[in-house]
């Protein structure tokens, strides 16, 4: 959860409840964090595979250690599952800070599965597209991790012909 002050600048010290619900009051996961960098992270460590809907909610609940009582209304936000017909599914995680021109992107992949595939990619940038690639499936085997770090090649500007005569 971004957390910013009304200028847009990154807010640290203030506490978010975090819920996540299938349900109007079918609550299966509560925190409180206090943002760091302007973030607050979290992760919901089970949902049940039949839920097909998860309402999230974020409020700020004090600043710097000091309730806010309500002066601040809560953000609500819907996520529903996904269908993958390989049972696969991949999460980038966020950066640590935000990328300067010229400089490598190095995201951090984890898996639901193992790496025995084509990792095909694209970068965006204010909309647009500004890097495609792929790693081969020689390098995501050698990742022995369901975690692992990838650096995409700024210099490799368009995927290579896949074999089916079209592009990635």
Known sequence: VEVTYPDGSPADGV?????AELAPKDNVYTTELVSHNGLVE???????????????????????GK??????????????SWYSPSKCHLLIQPLEKPLQVGEDARITLKSTCLCNFTLHYEVAS???IVLSGMQSTNITLQRTKRSTSVTFDRNFNETEDNG???RS
Not at 47 to 52: F, L, R, S
Not at 67 to 80: A, E, F, V
């Open 15 to 19: 506490t978010v409840r975090i819920k």
């Open 42 to 64: 979290f992760q919901i460590p089970s949902i049940p595979t039949a839920a097909q809907y998860v309402w999230l909610e974020s409020k700020v609940i004090a600043i710097d």
């Open 67 to 80: 309730s806010t009582g309500d002066q601040y209304l809560p953000n609500y936000l819907s996520i529903s």
């Open 126 to 128: 204010r909309g647009n």
């Open 164 to 166: 089916s005569g079209t």
